[in-house]
Nanobody, 127 residues
């Protein structure tokens, strides 16, 4: 079974940047579709971006133009590069994976159905 471990979170000032990493192990990671999700205090978990094995990418509106998802199959790692961070980006960020059958947008919209999840990494955007 695929195990996922997120890293790279921390405290950053508004307008700053961070790169989150999601390291996969326990299975052939490049066979899996992977997404980033986040949960802010007092709010429901929401999708940020998803990436399928065929290279299709989806971004939620809140991430478009500021966040970039990518993967390095040699390192079994998926990244989320975040720039122009805002206080409202403050959340615990999770990566999740599965062998998805459907569109990349649907994968993000139905992220709650994905079977492998990491424990999350906290991003705090504050001055």
């Amino acid at each position: 079974q695929l195990q996922l471990v997120e890293s790279g979170g921390g405290l950053v000032q508004p307008g700053g940047s961070l790169r989150l990493s999601c390291a996969a192990s326990g299975a052939t990671a490049d066979h899996y579709d992977i997404g980033w999700f986040r949960q802010a205090p007092g709010k429901d978990r929401e999708a940020v971006s998803c990436l399928t094995t065929d290279g299709s990418i989806y971004y939620e509106d809140s991430a478009k133009g500021r966040f970039t998802i990518s993967r390095d199959n040699a390192k079994s790692t998926v990244y989320l590069e975040m720039s122009s961070l805002k206080p409202e980006d403050t959340a615990v960020y999770y990566c999740a994976a599965d062998q998805w059958r459907g569109s990349v947008q649907a994968m993000c919209e139905k992220g709650y159905t994905l079977r492998s999840w990491g424990r999350g990494t906290l991003v705090n955007v504050s001055s």
